[in-house]
T-cell receptor, first 113, second 109 residues
Framework: NAGVTQTPKFQVLKTGQSMTLQCAQDMNHEYMSWYRQDPGMGLRLIHYSVGAGITDQGEVPNGYNVSRSTTEDFPLRLLSAAPSQTSVYFC????????????FGEGSRLTVL | GENVEQHPSTLSVQEGDSAVIKCTYSDSASNYFPWYKQELGKGPQLIID?????GEKKDQRIAVTLNKTAKHFSLHITETQPEDSAVYFC????????FGTGTRLKVLA
C-alpha cells in the first residue's frame, strides 16, 4: 500500500501565481484533510472532507480552495499565492466513523517569493 | 473555539531517563486525545491515543494519562532511547482536529 501520496514534494512560486498540491490515498478512507505546518505554530487545519462531494473549512481556510470529486483524491488549490503561504503542507486521511488515527503524507514544502 | 496548549516546547533528557509532555485543552466535550511523533522530513505518525472513558493507556515504554476534570493529558516516555528524538504533537477533536504547537525531544546519548 502506498498510503497517502503528496505531490510535489517541493515547489517555488512567485507571488500571484497559482498552483495545486495533489493528495491521493489508496486506503478507501472517507475523511481527508489538509494542514499547514509553520515553525512554532504546530499543525493548523486548512480544509477537510468527510466524503466525495463534501468539504468544509478548518482554522485557516483563506486563500485556499479544495474539491473532492473522488474518494481517493483531495487537491488543494492556491489561486493567487502570497508569501504568507510559504509553509509545509500535509495531507491526512482517516476512517470517518468517529475520531481516529490520521494517516499523513510526507509533506509538500512550498516557498512563495 | 477549541484550543490546545502544549508544554514544554523543547525537552532534553539523558538516554534512559523519562520524558513527560503535557497538553491542556479548552473544550470539555473533547473525548479523543492522540499523540503524534514527527521525525525529520516525515509526516506525523500516531504513537498512542486515549479516549475519555479511560484515564491511562500504556504501550510498552509509552503511556498517556488523561485528567478530564483538569482538562489535561500527558505523554510519558520511559527509558528513553536516541531514536525517541523527534517532535511530538498532542491533538484533540473529531473532524476538526486541533494540534498543539509541538515539543522537540532530544535524547542525549
Amino acid at each position: 500500500n502506498a498510503g497517502v501520496t503528496q505531490t510535489p514534494k517541493f515547489q517555488v512560486l512567485k507571488t500571484g501565481q497559482s498552483m495545486t498540491l495533489q493528495c491521493a490515498q489508496d486506503m478507501n478512507h472517507e475523511y481527508m484533510s489538509w494542514y499547514r505546518q509553520d515553525p512554532g505554530m504546530g499543525l493548523r487545519l486548512i480544509h477537510y472532507s468527510v466524503g466525495a462531494g463534501i468539504t468544509d473549512q478548518g482554522e485557516v481556510p483563506n486563500g485556499y480552495n479544495v474539491s473532492r470529486s473522488t474518494t481517493e483524491d483531495f487537491p488543494l488549490r492556491l489561486l493567487s499565492a502570497a508569501p504568507s503561504q510559504t509553509s509545509v503542507y500535509f495531507c491526512a486521511s482517516s476512517w470517518t466513523e468517529g475520531p481516529g488515527e490520521l494517516f499523513f503524507g510526507e509533506g509538500s514544502r512550498l516557498t512563495v517569493l | 473555539g477549541e484550543n490546545v496548549e502544549q508544554h514544554p516546547s523543547t525537552l532534553s533528557v539523558q538516554e534512559g531517563d523519562s520524558a513527560v509532555i503535557k497538553c491542556t485543552y479548552s473544550d470539555s466535550a473533547s473525548n479523543y486525545f492522540p499523540w503524534y511523533k514527527q521525525e525529520l522530513g516525515k509526516g506525523p505518525q500516531l504513537i498512542i491515543d486515549i479516549r475519555s472513558n479511560v484515564g491511562e493507556k500504556k504501550d510498552q515504554r509509552i503511556a498517556v494519562t488523561l485528567n478530564k476534570t483538569a482538562k489535561h493529558f500527558s505523554l510519558h516516555i520511559t527509558e528513553t532511547q536516541p531514536e525517541d528524538s523527534a517532535v511530538y504533537f498532542c491533538a484533540t477533536g473529531t473532524y476538526k482536529y486541533i494540534f498543539g504547537t509541538g515539543t522537540r525531544l532530544k535524547v542525549l546519548a
